[in-house]
């Protein structure tokens, strides 16, 4: 896949915590070097919200994707939005406190999108699903359904 095409391709990364009932959407930029980054808005939904509630955030976060030049060299991981965003105190209690999801388009149209999250920290083993970018409520549920096997370990 060329570069136009991946720079077309939408990302958007999540951050569920138990600890805190919320899950952190984080939309990302693009730059010219081929490096996906966190915007500096970050969306908090309650992890009781319903599934359309949450799936209608997810894609308005999707849609915010967008092509934005930055030197990324100089960037201090204390300024990572998404920590900034946390109620963590520290960047090891975020990556204790906060299971990481990643939302990525599969094709330029970004029509289809696979929801990916990772149950274990430090494993190679991730969940994954696929689901219609139209299909919020799905997108909500998935969400919800994976987070809760991040929590609790049942792979369900």
Avoid at 37 to 60: A, K, L, R
Avoid at 130 to 139: A, D, G, P, Q, R
């Amino acid at each position: 896949m060329s570069i136009d095409n991946l720079s077309k391709i939408k990302m958007v990364a999540l951050y569920g915590s138990e600890k805190y009932c919320h899950i952190l959407v984080a939309p990302y930029y693009y730059n010219e070097a081929g490096i996906y980054y966190e915007q500096e808005i970050i969306q908090i939904i309650e992890t009781n919200s319903d599934e359309i509630n949450i799936g209608d955030q997810v894609i308005n976060c999707l849609e915010m994707f967008q092509f934005k030049e930055k030197n990324l060299r100089d960037n201090k991981e204390s300024e990572w939005p998404a920590f900034r965003a946390s109620k963590s105190k520290s960047l090891r209690s975020f990556q204790e406190d906060y299971y990481y999801f990643s939302i990525t388009g599969l094709t330029p149209d970004n029509n289809t999108l696979r929801i990916e999250a990772l149950p274990y920290k430090g494993s190679d083993i991730r969940l994954s699903a696929l689901v219609s970018k139209n299909n919020h409520t799905e997108i909500g549920s998935l969400i919800k359904r994976m987070l809760n096997m991040c929590q609790t370990g049942e792979i369900r």
